[in-house]
């Protein structure tokens, strides 16, 4: 959905109870610290994307990563690392 703010996608994707897949770290902000509705979970990726299939990849990684929960966390992928905390 080029061109749509930053707030509008987010509350698409908690009413529509989805996994909001982003590069933009504007979202952890906007669930944090302005209390938006958070979606059903976030996987932030920050890295440069190797090819166009590589955001793909890495969320096919990530579920083989043993224990690795991705609804109702955030998740920041930052290679080799990844973080997650608990939405709100």
Known sequence: MPGTKDEEILSLAAREGRVLLTFDRDYGELIYLKGMSAPLGVVHLRFVPLSPL?????????????????ERRYTVVEPPRIRQRPLP
Do not use: D, K, N, Y
């Open 54 to 70: 590589h955001p793909a990849e890495v969320m096919l990684m990530l579920e083989r990563v043993e224990g690795l929960q991705i």
